[in-house]
């Protein structure tokens, strides 16, 4: 079982970039991992997965070409670097750990990300 810990979010203007951190308290390099957002009155979705087998993935397209999921598996962190901002970047970011052939059941508490126009 693993805990994450999310860190970075903040304030920032449409254009910014913000760098997103996870850091898991043990070793991740078993599991799939990725970032979701929630944005307020929307669905929790996931916006950038990062397998145990090195695939990566962006299942919203808005955010491919902007944002790039990365892991380090010596140090147990994931990160989201997130480039050119837009206001709809705004939500909630989770960063989620899933097991070998099970689903996403390791959650951090979130990190808050605003972009202002």
């Known amino acids: 079982q693993v805990q994450l810990v999310e860190s970075g979010g903040g304030l920032a203007q449409a254009g910014d970039s913000l760098r997103l951190s996870c850091a898991a308290s043990g070793r991740i390099s078993g599991y799939t991992v990725a970032w979701f957002r929630q944005a307020p009155g929307k669905e929790r979705e996931s916006v950038a997965e990062?397998?145990?087998?090195?695939?990566?993935?962006y299942p919203v397209e808005s955010v491919k070409g902007r944002f790039t999921i990365s892991r380090d598996n010596v140090r147990n962190t994931v990160t989201l670097q997130m480039n050119s901002l837009k206001p709809e970047d705004t939500a909630v970011y989770f960063c989620a750990a899933q097991k070998i052939g099970g689903s996403f059941s390791y959650w951090g508490k979130g990190t808050q990300v605003t972009v202002s126009s």
């Open positions: 990062f397998s145990w087998g090195g695939a990566t993935t």
